[in-house]
Nanobody
Framework: QVQLVESGGGLVQAGGSLRLSCAAS????????MGWFRQAPGKEREFVAA?????YYADSVKGRFTIPRDNAKNTVYLQTSSLKPLDTAVYYC??????????????????WGQGTQVTVSS
């Protein structure tokens, strides 16, 4: 069983940045693909970014967000910049062991964190 704990959310003005963190339990963190999803009120959970051997980004965040990971710390980050009010959502970290065919699909992931709120004011 893998536990994921997100942190780093908060209130930020448009144009600002935040760094979200996701700390994972377990000894084989480097074997897991990691993803970030988000869910705004009244909307479905949507893909934001993922990292395995490669990195993957939703078109809406390309050039603004990055997903670095630190395997020594069992942590993946979501570094955000140029935030917009439309980025307001609860951000969730997810993981899956090994390789999956579709990192953008939430059903590909096995473990989920509890989420962290990001609110971007205009």
């Amino acid at each position: 069983q893998v536990q994921l704990v997100e942190s780093g959310g908060g209130l930020v003005q448009a144009g600002g940045s935040l760094r979200l963190s996701c700390a994972a339990s377990g000894r084989t963190f480097s074997s897991y693909a990691m993803g970030w999803f988000r869910q705004a009120p009244g909307k479905e959970r949507e893909f934001v970014a993922a990292v395995s051997r490669n990195t993957y980004y939703a078109d809406s965040v390309k050039g603004r967000f990055t997903i670095p990971r630190d395997n020594a710390k069992n942590t993946v980050y979501l570094q955000t910049s140029s935030l917009k009010p439309l980025d307001t959502a609860v951000y969730y970290c997810a993981s899956v062991l090994g390789i999956t065919y579709d990192y953008t699909n939430r059903r590909s992931y096995t473990y989920w964190g509890q989420g962290t709120q990001v609110t971007v004011s205009s």
